[in-house]
């Protein structure tokens, strides 16, 4: 990990990661996912907007919102939601645009968690975590990191020990099926919320659909060292 924050420019890429406060779960029950869903699309607008949300809305978190105008702040290329941290795959749009995207997202869900459950105090463990993505070697490195964490719901010390080949299997079902609270499964056609983050131009610059699925699928069976990924990967 860096030891000083990038510099933050327009136009380009990075990887960031927010965490709770030790000891506290993000997500609880499905609600509370939905709402951080809702905050990624609502709160990329540079304008004010509500932050109320009901669950009647998640059918149209579901759907595809492309059509609401946004004055968005940044451009969402990944995202993984996981019980205690997130992970943000970003493109900022606008000066300040990053900033404000976070500012926004800690304050609207940390609002919402400490109504929802009685408490006060802070939610997320001090300033996110980021780092600069400066070529494509890094951008697919990290799009293929994020987006296979949630492998350690089912084997939590996988990242260390590598997945077994009679396990394989299951884990990629898990990950293109099974887990929906990240984008990888919009990203293989599969809608679950594409409003949020899928860019026909990251498909192609990884060879499209069936080439980044295969990256994906090779990393797992690798038993790859996150030191190998150099100073792109927060954990």
């Known amino acids: 990990m860096p030891s000083k924050r990038p510099q933050i420019v327009v136009g380009e890429i990075y990887h960031i990661v927010i965490k709770a406060v030790e000891g506290l779960k993000l997500f609880r029950d499905e609600k509370d996912y939905f709402r951080m869903i809702h905050d990624l699309f609502e709160f990329n607008d540079e304008r004010a907007v ?24 940044v451009e ?16 900022q749009f606008k000066d300040g645009g990053i900033s404000k995207f976070m500012r926004k997202i800690g ?10 459950y009685r ?29 296979t964490n ?20 299951r884990v990629i079902v898990f990950l293109e099926k099974e887990y929906r609270w990240s984008s990888y499964p919009d990203y293989l056609g599969n809608k679950n919320f594409p409003s949020i983050s899928v860019r026909e131009w990251l498909i192609n610059e990884m060879g499209g659909v ?18 190998e990924m150099g100073n792109i990967i927060i954990e």
């Not at 969402?76 to 493109?91: E, P």
């Not at 304050?107 to 929802?116: C, D, E």
């Not at 069936?210 to 030191?227: G, M």
Request: net charge positive; hydrophobic share 40%; charged share 25%.
């Open 210 to 227: 069936k080439e980044f699925k295969r990256f994906v699928n090779d990393w797992l069976q690798t038993k790859k060292e996150l030191a």
């Open 119 to 147: 408490r006060a105090g802070h939610v997320f463990q001090g300033r996110y975590k980021i780092v600069h993505i400066a070529n494509d070697n890094q951008l697919k490195a990290v799009f293929v990191y994020i987006h």
């Open 150 to 169: 949630p492998v350690a719901i089912l084997f939590p010390g996988w990242k260390k020990n590598g997945i077994k080949t009679k396990n394989l299997e």
């Open 76 to 91: 969402i290329l990944a995202f993984c939601l996981m019980s205690n941290h997130v992970h943000l795959l970003v493109r």
């Open 107 to 116: 304050a609207g869900y940390s609002a919402y968690h400490n109504r929802k």
């Open 50 to 73: 509500s932050s109320n949300f009901r669950m009647s809305q998640k059918s149209k978190l579901a759907g595809n919102l492309m059509n609401k105008k946004r004055n968005m702040l």
